[in-house]
């Protein structure tokens, strides 16, 4: 239920990046992909509450906002500042995120240091 709305948003990116179809130039098709695929996987993420750890309201909302900000609907060939300041700024929320979540997960113990009990 929580990954509805993943699935109920991409029609709407078949319709803002006809190339995610395999419409357009190879450039194109790749950078509609890209685009969306790292915007429907921090989507995910962030319905989901979980990437390495469980992750705090603010965390996901960020990330929620990130991800959307990436798969804005604009054609991957618009140069309009906006449109790609917008895409940037979520990009840089995402990978922020990410490095912070995946720094502050828990250390896995070394299994040579166990002691037999």
């Known amino acids: 239920?929580?990954?509805g709305?993943?699935?109920l948003l991409m029609p709407f990116l078949f319709v803002a990046m006809p190339s995610v179809l395999?419409?357009?130039s190879p450039l194109h098709i790749l950078a509609s992909a890209?685009?969306?695929?790292i915007g429907v996987v921090g989507l995910t993420v962030a319905f989901a509450g979980w990437l390495v750890r469980h992750l705090h309201l603010i965390e996901r909302v960020l990330i929620g906002a990130g991800a959307l900000m990436v798969m804005w609907p604009e054609g991957v060939d618009s140069m309009d500042p906006m449109i790609l300041a917008t895409r940037l700024i979520g990009?840089?929320?995402l990978v922020f995120f990410a490095f912070?979540?995946?720094l502050s997960r828990p250390a896995v113990?070394?299994?040579?240091n166990a002691r037999n009990l």
């Open 34 to 37: 890209t685009l969306s695929t």
């Open 5 to 7: 709305f993943v699935e």
């Open 1 to 3: 239920m929580r990954l």
């Open 109 to 112: 113990a070394d299994p040579s």
């Open 100 to 102: 912070r979540i995946f």
């Open 91 to 93: 990009f840089c929320v």
């Open 22 to 24: 395999m419409l357009g």
